[in-house]
């Protein structure tokens, strides 16, 4: 079944963006200082050098078994006149850096999965939808590694998800803390640019100055930034510089994907983990099938629709085609001036209300690839061992676009009401609550062949994440053995949450950084009854996780079967009271 055609032209410029849920130094491609561990002050193991100075963290031995050091700063803050440039290597400081807070999100329209005005899970979410928050001075990542005094330990750097429009760091969900003490691993965490902010295309802010400038693909190049830090300054923290593992998920993944791709992200890691994303252009995928790449020319419409908007709210222009002849009249510096001293919560506000927010990577042909899957095939990529995965049920958390299938959205209440019912639910008490107070009516019983919740968003999943998977992963496997992929298949939560989300989309991460603590789905999940098989599950993914850092193969002998490369998948799943993994 393909989707109506009627569909394909918004399809076509927006679908990343619904599912793939922000002076003194050198520039990107300047190279970083490389510096050698120091000696750890025994009585301050918190203490530690960076490349750019000195920061002190938190000694967390006694409660979480690590050293964490939380807010450093990877890069200047993208302001003034930085919006819209490549990430600028941060000046060096003096004295002591107080790294043991979060820095903040980057700027962004709230949505149901954070970061809320706190920049973190609390019940301020609710009331950010849709407005503001963050801020453009977001460009810090975070770091844990076990108390010990080990060195040379493997390091997982890992990107958000958030379609590339939302996201950060201090996510209760992104924890480093128990992956880095379970995988034996120092765990980054990054924060990087996000929608219009982090990736735009429009010829007036490109100078020819600089490639990647002009690239538009900021958020890539903060994540390029972030992994130059690690580079030049993860020594100093017991990591190993020369054994990197870049982990993403979802829209995360595609920039993973995409910096495999990126000639300019040689070098800059050595293994790769994207989880449910895809770099694939609708010419590479059988018709009908949505693909995860948008092309350039996409990404240049909107950029001026977006200019042309701003210049009639701006009472520079009566209509856009007003607008259009006025633009011809400035020069692009004048252009560039003038959007770089918009006020970004008024741009951000634009794109919402005009329905401008598709965001991604931009295949710009200098920092990624016209056509990344066709670079892949012909071996032009960084060719590193790959671990890839899915959830069973990736279109449940998608179910609100059931209307691109010519049917009614999935879920009928509204993000802040879903918020509130899953922060107020009660997983050991469950009241009255049933898959019909949240889901259409048309779509249950969710288990109806062919017009039920369950086969509908399965179908949705597999026009849009099984052809994006297949496509990569058998590009990949042309060119490398090292490829191995899994699906999670724990569908163990409450009712009728279990019904609702079942393995959904990004509900494998808890599992891979063992954080069953509060955050947005946390409520509706983690119940005492399935907590055993919860946790030796999360144990078996972890270890896999680890043991791939490490060496490039995630096999374990607590996996108990041989876990073979793809073609063949290794299925992650539970009961209530223990783990059950199994092979195809």
């Not at 927006?14 to 922000?22: E, R, V």
């Not at 060195?151 to 803390?177: E, M, Q, R, T």
């Not at 100055?209 to 538009?216: H, M, Q, Y």
């Not at 399965?458 to 992963?473: H, S």
Request: hydrophobic share 45%.
């Amino acid at each position: 079944m393909t989707v109506n055609s009627r569909l394909w032209p918004m399809l076509g410029v927006s679908l990343a963006a619904l599912f793939y849920g922000c002076g003194g130094g050198t520039t990107l491609s300047a190279s970083q200082p490389d510096t050698a561990a120091p000696e750890v002050p025994r009585d301050a193991p918190e203490l530690r050098a960076t490349a750019y100075g000195q920061v002190r963290g938190n000694n967390e031995a006694a409660t979480t078994g690590t050293y964490s050091w939380k807010g450093v700063p990877f890069a200047q803050p993208p302001v003034g006149a930085l919006r819209w440039k490549a990430p600028v290597a941060p000046a060096p400081w003096s004295g002591t850096l107080a790294a043991q807070k979060f820095g903040n999100a980057c700027l962004q329209n709230g949505r149901i999965y954070g970061p809320g005005a706190n920049n973190t899970y609390d019940a301020s979410i609710a009331s950010t939808l849709n407005t503001p928050v963050g801020s453009e001075d977001c460009l810090t990542l975070n770091i844990w590694r076990p108390a010990t005094a080990t060195a040379k330990l493997p390091v997982i750097v890992f990107a958000y998800g958030g379609s590339n429009i939302s996201g950060y760091s201090a996510d209760p969900v992104y924890d480093g803390a128990a992956l880095a003490k379970a995988a034996n691993a120092v765990v980054v965490t990054t924060n990087y640019r996000v929608g219009v902010l982090g990736f735009m295309n429009l010829p007036q802010l490109k100078t020819g100055a600089s490639a990647a400038d002009d690239s538009g693909n900021f958020a890539l190049l903060d994540i390029m930034q972030a992994l130059q830090f690690v580079k030049g300054s993860i020594a100093g923290f017991g990591g190993d510089a020369g054994n990197v593992t870049l982990m993403g998920q979802s829209a995360g993944a595609i920039n993973t994907w995409a910096l495999m791709a990126s000639p300019l992200a040689a070098g800059l890691f050595h293994k790769a983990v994207p989880l449910s994303g895809g770099i694939s252009l609708a010419s590479n995928l059988a018709p009908g099938m949505l693909p995860t790449l948008n092309p350039a020319s996409a990404y240049l419409a909107q950029g001026n629709a977006l200019l042309l908007n701003l210049l009639v709210a701006d009472g520079k222009a009566a209509d856009l085609a007003a607008a259009q002849v006025y633009a011809g009249t400035q020069t692009p510096a004048q252009i560039a001036d003038y959007l770089r001293g918009k006020d970004a919560k008024a741009i951000l506000a634009m794109v919402l209300a005009k329905g401008l927010s598709t965001s991604g990577p931009i295949p710009d042909g200098t920092v990624l690839p016209a056509d990344p899957i066709a670079a892949m095939a012909s071996g032009h990529y960084n060719k590193v061992p790959v671990l890839a995965g899915n959830t069973a049920d990736e279109g449940k958390l998608f179910a609100p676009f059931l209307t691109l299938l010519g049917g009614a959205p999935g879920i009928k209440v509204s993000d802040a009401l879903r918020f509130d019912l899953m922060a107020g639910f009660n997983p050991d008490a469950p009241t009255g609550l049933t898959s019909a107070d949240i889901l259409d009516a048309s779509y249950l019983p969710v288990t109806t062949p062919g017009s039920g919740y369950n086969a509908k968003t399965a179908l949705l999943g597999n026009l849009f994440m099984t052809p994006n998977r297949d496509n990569v992963l058998n590009t990949l496997a042309g060119q490398q053995p090292n490829v191995w992929y899994y699906q999670f298949n724990w569908a163990q939560e409450p009712a009728p949450w279990n019904e609702v989300y079942g393995a959904a989309h990004a509900f494998d991460l808890p599992f891979l950084f063992g954080t069953f603590g509060p955050s947005v789905f946390s409520n509706a999940v983690n119940s005492t009854a399935n907590k055993p098989g919860r946790l030796a599950l999360s144990a078996a993914m972890m270890a896999s996780l680890g043991a791939f850092a490490r060496n490039g193969d995630p096999n374990h002998a607590a996996l108990g079967t041989p876990w073979q490369p793809w073609p063949h998948k290794l299925f992650f799943d539970a009961s209530l009271t223990q783990a059950s993994i199994s092979t195809q």
